[in-house]
């Protein structure tokens, strides 16, 4: 009967965003209210903003971005020209994606799905990523007790529209005490510095400079 009940309560979020209106804007912002449950909620040029403890099917935006507050939870994120953030304890099911903007999980947050941008930092503070990490021409910081499992991926730019991107070496932190389970492969120049407390996988295309302290 217990491992039924808590069944129910991790099935209960997930059918309350299922069955609730979406919420689309242009032109303008879209913020659902701290404990509240929405489906979709998405903007062009505006941000979407989910308070403390609501819970959304996906949030999305472009020209604009994410932020969830604190224990928020959805079930998945994307922007194109836009940051996104995730505060204290914000927990995300599915992807985190962003085309040309900062991907920053504060302490205790954490994304389940694949993590990714092109363009723009990705910072992990004390947080976890469950399905890995991959950018082309971002810095990323793996910061102090952060967890990754899945790897690290910077891949190569393309020779399109994204052919700038090229000028830019990608810096690769991981910090004290932080751990990244699977393959760290570069397949472009990077600069990667590991704490000399940190654990990592196998690393590919890239060679390790060691740092002690709280930072390089």
Do not use: Y
């Not at 059918?15 to 979406?22: F, I, Q, R, V």
């Not at 032109?27 to 040029?45: E, R, W």
């Not at 914000?90 to 085309?99: I, L, T």
């Not at 996988?201 to 060691?210: C, Q, S």
């Amino acid at each position: 009967m217990r491992r039924i009940l808590l069944a129910l309560a991790l099935f209960l979020p997930l059918a309350a965003m299922a069955s609730d209106n979406d919420t689309d804007k242009v032109n303008g912002d879209v913020h659902v209210s701290a404990g509240q449950h929405a489906g979709k909620a998405s903007s062009v040029n505006g941000d979407v903003e989910v308070g403390n403890h609501a819970v959304v099917e996906k949030a999305s935006t472009v020209n604009g971005a994410v932020k969830l507050g604190h224990q928020a939870q959805a079930g998945e994120i994307d922007t194109v020209n836009g940051g996104i953030d995730l505060a204290t304890g914000a927990r995300v099911q599915g992807k985190v994606e962003a085309v040309n903007g900062d991907i920053r999980l504060e302490q205790g947050a954490e994304v389940d799905g694949h993590l990714s941008n092109v363009n723009g930092t990705i910072t992990l503070d004390d947080a976890h990523a469950a399905s890995g990490i991959e950018t082309v021409a971002g810095d990323i910081t793996v910061g102090a007790n952060s967890r990754v499992e899945g790897g690290i991926l910077v891949d190569k730019p393309n020779n399109g529209w994204f052919h700038w991107g090229s000028t830019h070496k990608p810096v690769i932190v991981i910090g004290p005490h932080a751990v990244v389970q699977g393959t760290l492969e570069f397949r472009r120049d990077v600069v990667l510095k590991v704490s000399d407390s940190a654990q990592i996988g196998p690393v590919k295309g890239a060679t390790v400079e060691k740092f002690n302290g709280a930072t390089p």
